[in-house]
């Protein structure tokens, strides 16, 4: 990127917990002196969106005034389209940098699939605007956000200081201890994990069954280069995320082997 | 996968337009005698929902009687909501393949992201369920879907007939056009192509602003190894997808070059 030094780069932020979750707000407060910052974020709660868009439906834009000298608009819609009409009618060009997040719980290893954080940042970069999604592993709303708002701004410094793909897209998680007790940044691959399903039957007052998703975590990646990894022991895990999804390995062997 | 000649494959057929769409009755139509077919698809169409699962609310599933002697359920929820649902609430098991489609309009390139069809796939392959997704090049619900039937048929053959990676999970395009034009399978990457969006402004009765996503599909990709250039010369397209997002180049760059 390497901006001149007169020139701030533009910095669109965005989350998947709402515009009003205390995540976006230690985002916002990380990185506030670091370019102009604008924020484009859902109205309500959109976690496990995926990379969902809105198609069959109008969406609404509504400027707010939530973060101090800070241009901000909440969004009726999902993270993905916060990032489409972030670019194409609030800032009417492409931000230097897209920063999404910080979610309140991991977007580590599968979780990269399912999370709306994760995909704003992913439109981001597939929009050839580099990206970065953050994540605390802890899901409260009280969560201390102090050493995940330390590392955003570490890692954002970092890329704004360097002159870097435009496609580039990282997934950051941050584990939830005392920043002291972090051992640094680790950049990582995705580790081979998923949840083991579980839903919980219940009868609704007349007796029909509804079904609330839950289910198990479980890593099946022994790898010490892996996000899980160095989460659990205690580094901040960075994995550059792309949006082909070709997997090479199997199209050779369908190629050859399977005679397709 | 290579099942002995007496147990039929357990097949769980979802997709993202809803159970009612002539495009999955198409596919059930198509492959119906090569295994034991459950059906578990959205109760309304889930275009553009991407990966997204519900997490806020709970879910609902009814035995419904669409298809002539194949059990079949509709759910309230997402295309992956179907897939986890079907594993852990229908078929107590996992089935021995998963289809999805066939989609009205295409899923090639960057599409498989925003896509339901594929993302009920990917979900599949997470599971350790082969999967395929189908999807025909046309939006019409009045669609002739008599090729992709065919298309679908054979493929769902080949791999019924070998032993198959547990994570294999093939995008597969079908052109929309007469089945005497198609020139046959290409396997191939995704290409490099998006949307460039221009939301339509419109202004409600009360003259409040609201926005319509559109936008104009670009295909930056001049390979000719990718799916749109194969559907372009009227062949079937066959992306075979990885759920694993690293970017390993890119991982590359950041250890050494920019020493992160």
Not at 58 to 79: A, I, M, N, Y
Not at 94 to 116: E, F, M, Q, R, W
Not at 194 to 219: M, Q
Request: aromatic share 8%.
């Amino acid at each position: 990127m390497a901006k001149s030094k007169k020139t701030k780069p533009v910095i669109l932020i965005t989350n998947d917990d709402g515009i009003t979750a205390p995540g976006i707000r230690s985002l916002v407060e990380a990185v506030k002196d670091l370019g102009t910052i604008v924020v484009v974020a859902p109205d309500k709660p959109q976690s496990g969106m995926g990379h969902a868009i809105t198609i069959g439906a109008p969406l609404r834009l509504s400027s707010v005034h939530l973060f101090d000298g800070v241009e901000s608009w909440q969004c009726s819609g999902t993270p993905v389209d916060c990032v489409k009409l972030a670019v194409d009618k609030v800032l009417h060009r492409k931000p230097d940098l897209c920063l999404s997040g910080i979610n309140h719980g991991a977007n580590h290893s599968i979780n990269v699939i399912y999370s709306g954080t994760m995909s704003a940042a992913i439109e981001a970069s597939i929009e050839s605007i580099p990206s970065i999604g953050f994540s605390l592993l802890n899901y409260s709303m009280e969560a201390d956000f102090s050493a995940a708002g330390l590392y955003a701004r570490i890692l954002v410094e970092k890329i704004i200081s360097r002159k870097i793909d435009k496609h580039l897209c990282l997934n950051v998680n941050i584990p939830s201890i005392d920043k002291k007790l972090i051992r640094g940044i680790k950049v990582c691959r995705q580790a081979y994990a998923k949840y083991v399903e579980d839903f919980d039957e219940r009868k609704d007052p007349s007796g029909k069954k509804y079904y609330w998703l839950t289910g198990e975590f479980k890593n099946f990646d022994k790898g010490k280069d892996t996000d899980v990894w160095a989460l659990e022991h205690n580094y901040v895990s960075v994995v550059p995320v792309q949006f082909d999804l070709t997997n090479y390995e199997l199209k050779k062997q369908l190629e050859t082997k399977l005679k397709f």
